[in-house]
């Protein structure tokens, strides 16, 4: 008795080469969702999943698994066949798939780009660093803008994803601008990390770590070098057999996408990126902690040592409540659950009683993560009474 099978998933045959374009279609979104779950997985302890950077690489995962499902239906439609062998109908749902697909492809080059930049202001939120990235965000979002416009209203309405040069711009120099931008964008990401994790007080072996993990997008630049390659030779046959083409072009840019997407992840990936975490402006104290530093109406002076060079705090009770807003509302990295700024805490609770007890925070440290001295004292106009923790680097 035969056992039913069911049908192949992709036939090849002489008249169609789009086989290939399915099966690494599926590989390649398979595994980003592997490396990005993963990285969801070793983020979850640091937090919760709630900072920008996380929800820009989830919202970048679903733009890539969206572009990747409207290749696969272009790719039943035509892709890897003769343009003379498609009906008309066909030949339309085709070119509106691969156009909506360019369009989704935009949108998540633009959200991993963000995610890399929204995980170095985490790492070294110094207002030089957070200015240099703030604009480079603000080119990248312009660069979304116009290249969404511009690719949208590439050719005639009301049908712009019909390609054919008697009816469309300059696809060559439209093209060329997205990717070049695409490219310089990226390039910056792969430079900037090594002025800021350079002065990091680390082992000359773990700088040259996170230097090396955000260099892991250099290849997603190479790939995109080696697309505006295969993207231009496939422009130049647009109105001949256009599908036929489109294979190779097609699987440089699904290698591209997904690289993108990858390398955005694998810094957060390695756990010595998250350790950098706990070395920004937090200080981790329990209810109990807070409780008993929260019910004094005290000046307070904090100092805390981070790992990027040192900082240092200051709130009365008696300043304007501009300047209390101002500590209230200072840089803080991500917001990492039971994780306060002291400052703030002092700031914020500080009420009604006079005394305070020496607490260790030693035992409330986290599992994980470069922990450095933190200094704290609070006093009043009658006594001097302090509160110290020690925040060490786990051996």
């Given amino acids: ?93 085709y070119s509106l798939f691969a156009y909506l697909s360019q369009l989704l492809t935009l949108c998540g080059l633009f959200c991993a780009k963000l995610a890399v930049s929204r995980l170095i202001v985490a790492i070294r939120p110094q207002r030089t660093y957070r200015r240099i990235c703030f604009v480079l965000e603000i080119v990248m979002l312009m660069w979304l803008i116009s290249s969404i416009f511009t690719v949208g209203f590439q050719c005639q309405l009301p049908q712009p994803w019909l390609l054919s040069n008697d009816r469309c711009i300059d696809l060559v120099v439209l093209h060329r601008y997205v990717g070049a931008m ?44 080696a697309y505006l390659v295969y993207f231009n030779h496939w422009l130049e046959v647009i109105d001949e057999d256009q599908t036929w083409e489109a294979v190779d072009a097609t699987i440089v840019h699904q290698v591209m996408l997904n690289l993108s997407l990858m390398t955005a992840c694998v810094p957060s990936i390695r756990r010595v990126i998250s350790e950098l975490y706990t070395g920004q402006m937090g200080v981790k104290v329990s209810e109990q902690l807070e409780l008993t530093l929260g019910g004094t109406t005290v000046s307070t002076t904090t100092k805390v040592a981070s790992l990027s060079g040192h900082k240092s705090m ?46 260790s925070s030693e035992e409330h440290l986290r599992a ?28």
């Fill in 1 to 93: 008795m035969s056992i039913p099978t069911s049908p192949a998933f992709e036939t090849v045959r002489a008249d169609d080469r789009g086989a290939p374009l399915a099966v690494i279609n599926c590989i390649l979104i398979v595994f980003s969702g592997i490396v990005v779950l993963s990285r969801a997985i070793v983020r979850w302890n640091i937090t919760k999943l709630n900072a920008t950077d996380d929800f820009a690489i989830h919202l970048a995962l679903a733009f890539v698994v969206a572009q990747t499902v409207l290749v696969q239906l272009a790719r039943n439609r035509g892709i890897g066949r003769h343009r003379l062998s498609l009906s008309e109908d066909d030949f339309r749902q």
């Fill in 182 to 225: 695409n490219i310089l964008t990226d390039v910056v990401l792969v430079v900037l990390p090594a002025p800021i994790v350079y002065p990091l007080q680390l082992e000359r072996d773990k700088k040259s770590l996170v230097i090396a993990l955000f260099a892991t997008r250099i290849f997603s630049v190479a790939a995109e070098a």
């Fill in 314 to 359: 200051s709130s009365r009770s008696e300043q304007r409540p501009k300047d209390n807003a101002a500590v209230a509302h200072m840089p803080y990295g991500h917001n990492v659950p039971r994780i306060g700024n002291i400052a703030r805490i002092y700031s914020e609770r500080s009420r009604s009683r006079p005394g305070l007890t020496k607490t």
């Fill in 368 to 395: 994980e993560g470069i922990m450095r001295t933190i200094e704290v004292s609070v006093e009043d106009g009658r006594s001097t009474p302090s509160v110290s923790g020690d925040m060490r680097r786990r051996p």
